[in-house]
């Protein structure tokens, strides 16, 4: 099993980044999938979520990132994705992807995000 983000990188305050989670040795499709981050001395934040299974999936936001973020996924790419827009100093961490259904919890190995001039 294995989840791996990709997308984090240096940006200006304003501007954009898309993180992408791909997921393999599980079927995501079943998988409630979600973004996180973390900066140092400070509790990991739930920062996107988005529901799995068979129904129009329904996606939750951190206050702070609501119209800025949108979460989504490509089931057949096995793949959940993270847009950032309107990045600020503030959203400045490591990204970390979760797969969770039942008992199964799953998190990737994190991927930088520094928003700065």
């Known amino acids: 099993v294995q989840l791996v983000e990709s997308g984090g990188g240096l940006v200006q305050p304003g501007g954009s980044l898309k993180l992408s989670c791909t997921g393999s040795?599980?079927?995501?499709?079943?998988?409630?999938m979600s973004w996180h981050r973390q900066v140092p001395g400070k509790e990991r934040e739930l920062v996107a979520a988005?529901?799995?299974?068979?129904?129009?999936?329904?996606?939750d936001y951190l206050d702070s990132v609501k119209g800025r973020f949108t979460v989504s996924r490509d089931n057949n790419k096995k793949t959940a994705y993270l847009q950032m827009n309107s990045l600020k100093p503030s959203d400045t961490a490591v990204y970390y992807c979760?797969?969770?259904?039942?008992?199964?919890?799953?998190w990737g190995q994190g991927t930088q995000v520094t928003v700065s001039s």
């Open positions: 988005i529901t799995g299974g068979l129904a129009d999936a329904d996606t």
């Open positions: 979760n797969a969770k259904w039942l008992a199964n919890n799953y």
């Open positions: 040795g599980f079927t995501l499709s079943r998988y409630g």
